[in-house]
Each structure stands twice: as C-alpha cells, then as structure tokens.
Nanobody, 124 residues
Framework: QAQLVESGGGLVEAGDSLRLSCAAS????????MGWFRQAPGKEREFVAF????????YYADSVKGRFTISRDNAKNTVYLQMNSLKPEDTAVYYC?????????????????WGQGTQVTVSS
C-alpha cells in the first residue's frame, strides 16, 4: 500500500485550473512538513510548493508563485495543490512528499514517502 497517493490531474487548456490532492498515511503525514514537486519528461524533479506541518507557512517556486496555492487538512491527512492560470510549461507529473530530513525545504532529497504521481497536461 502506497504511503502517499496523488490524484486530480488531467488534460486542461491554458488558463484553466486544477486541484490536486495527496492522501497520505498517518505515518507519512503526521507532524511533517509536506511538499509538491513536479517532473517533466527528461527533466529532474523540481520543487513546486512547501507547507509546514501545522499549515501556517508556505512558499513556492518562482515559476508558480501567485498562481498555485498549497494547503493541508490534517484531520484528513491530505495535502492539496490548487493550480490556477495553468500554462503549457506546467505540464508534468506532480508528486507529493513528506519532509523526512533536515535541509532546504525546496530540496527533493529531504523528502520521502513519495507517491506515484498524477499527470497534469496543459494544452496551448
């Protein structure tokens, strides 16, 4: 059984919106900061958004700042990524992960319990 399961991706047009969900196990989720990352074909997995364990602080990659919003519902062990004003360059597989090590909050190496990802495709 996966520790994290992402859902909500799909095929949309530029300018549209999507909300991604990441359903996590208690082990993966509780008392951990969470992050969203994405990976386009042939590219490294890159940071998208971060949220603290309590949900009080978040920040974003410059490429999505002002368009994406990360949130969490700790009672449901779920993290969300609201994506507005989508662009073709947002096309990627989106993954959530739990912060399991010290280090930069934007460093994928500090995260674990990765899900299998959900595909987001944005047409021109």
């Amino acid at each position: 059984q996966a520790q994290l399961v992402e859902s909500g991706g799909g095929l949309v047009e530029a300018g549209d919106s999507l909300r991604l969900s990441c359903a996590a196990s208690e082990r993966a989720f509780a008392n951990r900061a969470m992050g969203w990352f994405r990976q386009a074909p042939g590219k490294e997995r890159e940071f998208v958004a971060f949220i603290t364990a309590g949900g009080g602080t978040s920040y974003y990659a410059d490429s999505v700042k002002g368009r994406f919003t990360i949130s969490r519902d700790n009672a449901k062990n779920t993290v969300y990524l609201q994506m507005n004003s989508l662009k073709p360059e947002d096309t990627a597989v989106y993954y959530c992960g739990a912060k399991i090590a010290s280090g930069s909050n934007s460093n994928r190496g500090a995260y674990g319990y990765w899900g299998q990802g959900t595909q987001v495709t944005v047409s021109s």
